[in-house]
């Protein structure tokens, strides 16, 4: 069967696409594959229903592959469509790794020209051959051995000695080709950690405790305090506004319980006098009653002639007296209950006399307002105090990191001015090597490239991976005077290029006693070519 090889500009297709038999079967119908190629097929003339584009659809594929048909399965995408002559192409999704260096290997063979049928490759075997002997035949001793005159030994022994040197001297040449043109060895190479200087936030008297060299602290852990006489001040003053306030509070709850006590006596003289006016009322109303009668008795008396007018008059003069001192102690009753039952707690009578003579005292609201407003006082001036804390706390500098520190600059009890540095802490948890190169060494390693780090004192090789090229830092110097930055010129032979290796392996390294900061290190890089001709040919060798 002829094989069509079908090849696309590069701009237009990833792969070849090729007209190999390939059977493709979907919904249980199978179908030739039109076209195919490691990215996706085409099928024409499909006899069942035409999928949807975008659906993503199951495929059994069979390949026929020197005389076997290899089946498999996959996953694919259909990409395009046409109904009208049973047509859609599919794009592979999920394919197996052995399938896909199978349908590679078919379309690389048919490339090259290689492919052919298994019993074409079965050569015949059944020719007869005689080998011939290239050996030189030797004469015979009389005894069948070999003259000694005709042994090689001097031949052997400058062979062999020859062969030594040469061995000798191809290893040398080779490890030094090796080390010069391919490796790069930097012995200015150390175990470094980033520090942190712990700087004062405020001016006043440090206070560091038992902050000493060497000691271990914990994130977030104090490790020192500043102590600002002006917020200590504050704090004392507010601490005395809490105080103050407090005592007031007590004496106005004391005069309140005082006058919750005189409220309570005068309500009880109030019910008092409002029962007594009660039965006052009853016995006036007795009085207006007998009254009544008395002037009714006369008035019968009178109409008969037994009595004067005097006596009519006079009877009927008590009668309203009577009758008002009555309502007036019906309205001095009725305004009593309103008032105990409006006032109740506020106001009371400060006496038994009438309501228009007496007077309203009493100060139960007045003193509860000025509780209240003493606690509201005493609310803000804690508020004030909690916040005076706060700033003092907030001045207290802590540690950013897990950290051991290195160096104290400041006794107990110093004056600091802000930003003063006080201690010098190291973060152990992130170590790392720092090499440091010359400017033409710089220009040959790149980032992610991997190290070989030899530890002369422990007599250790670790591998690394370089994480940071910095070219500039060896130039920069910072004017202590001004405090601020310059540059300053290092000539070609200095190391002033600082690379950053992290470690490949950071579990065999937790030991920070042992792989401690200022450990000397030999660093061992592969170099890279600087030249971009060279560079560009190696990436399309792979090398």
């Known amino acids: 069967m002829a094989v069509k090889i079908k090849r696309e500009r590069p701009d237009q297709r990833r792969h070849h696409r090729v007209t190999a038999p390939l059977f493709v079967e979907y919904s249980g119908i199978t179908a030739r594959a039109a076209d195919w190629s490691l990215g996706g097929l085409r099928v024409e003339r499909f006899e069942g229903a035409v999928p949807a584009t975008g659906t ?23 990409v395009r469509t046409n109904p009208a002559e049973g047509m859609f192409a599919v794009r592979y999704t999920q394919i197996g790794e052995r399938e896909r260096e199978l349908m590679q290997h078919f379309i690389e063979e048919l490339i090259r020209g290689s492919m052919v049928d298994v019993e074409d490759t079965i050569q015949r075997i059944d020719v007869p051959v005689t080998p011939a002997s290239l050996q030189p035949d030797l004469p015979k001793a009389q ?12 031949t052997v022994v400058m062979s062999g000695v020859y ?8 290893t040398y040449a080779s490890i030094l080709f090796y ?34 060299p060497g000691q271990d602290i914990k994130s977030s852990d104090v490790i020192l305090r500043v102590i600002d006489s002006t917020v200590e001040r504050e704090i004392e003053i507010a601490d005395l506004e809490v105080k103050e306030r407090k005592a007031k509070l007590a004496y106005a709850k004391r005069r309140q319980a005082e006058e919750l006590d005189r409220a309570k006596s005068y309500a009880a003289v109030e019910m008092k ?94 003193l509860e307002a000025e509780v209240r407003l003493i606690e509201h006082e005493i609310l803000l001036s804690q508020q004030r105090h909690i916040s005076y804390l706060n700033q003092r706390e907030r001045d207290a500098v802590r540690a950013p990191f897990d950290a051991r520190v290195l160096e104290v600059r400041k ?5 600091v001015k802000r930003g003063d540095v006080v201690a010098i802490i190291e973060n152990r948890n992130r170590r790392h090597v720092t090499a440091w190169l010359k400017q033409d060494e710089v220009m040959r390693v790149g980032l992610g490239d991997e190290v ?39 000539g070609q032979h200095d ?25 000397p290190v030999i660093a061992v890089f592969d170099q890279r070519s600087t030249s971009p001709a060279i560079s560009g040919l190696s990436g399309l060798l792979g090398l």
Do not use: C
């Open 273 to 366: 006098n409002i029962e007594q006016t009660r039965i006052e009322i009853e016995s006036l109303m007795a009085q207006v009653k007998i009254a009544e009668e008395n002037q009714g008795r006369l008035a019968s008396l009178h109409s008969k002639g037994y009595t004067t007018d005097v006596k009519l008059n006079e009877a009927q003069t008590d009668v309203l007296k009577i009758r008002k001192e009555l309502a007036i102690r019906q309205v001095e009753l009725s305004a009593r209950i309103d008032l105990a039952s409006n006032n109740y707690g506020k106001r009371m009578f400060s006496g038994n006399e009438t309501i228009g003579s007496a007077d309203l005292i009493g100060s139960v609201k007045d």
């Open 495 to 519: 190391r002033s290029a600082m690379v950053t290796i992290a470690f490949d392996e950071p579990e065999k390294v937790r030991d920070e006693d042992k792989y401690r900061p200022g450990l």
């Open 411 to 415: 006794p107990e009890g110093a004056q």
């Open 179 to 212: 080390s010069n043109f391919f490796k790069l060895e930097v012995e200015s190479a150390v175990i470094t950690a980033p520090v942190e200087a712990i700087v004062a936030h405020a001016d006043g008297q440090v206070e560091i405790g038992a902050l000493a």
């Open 56 to 78: 993503e659809i199951p495929l059994d594929l069979t390949l026929p592959f020197q005389g076997f048909d290899v089946r498999f399965k996959i996953e694919a995408e259909v």
């Open 452 to 490: 070989q780090l030899f530890m002369p004192a422990l007599g250790e090789t670790l591998t690394g991976r370089i994480s940071e090229i910095d070219r500039t830092t060896g130039f920069v110097r910072e004017q202590e005077a001004q405090g601020i930055m310059a540059y300053e010129w290092r």
């Open 143 to 154: 005894d069948g051995q070999v003259p000694v005159r005709r042994w090689p030994v001097k």
């Open 163 to 170: 062969l030594a040197l040469g061995t000798a001297v191809f």
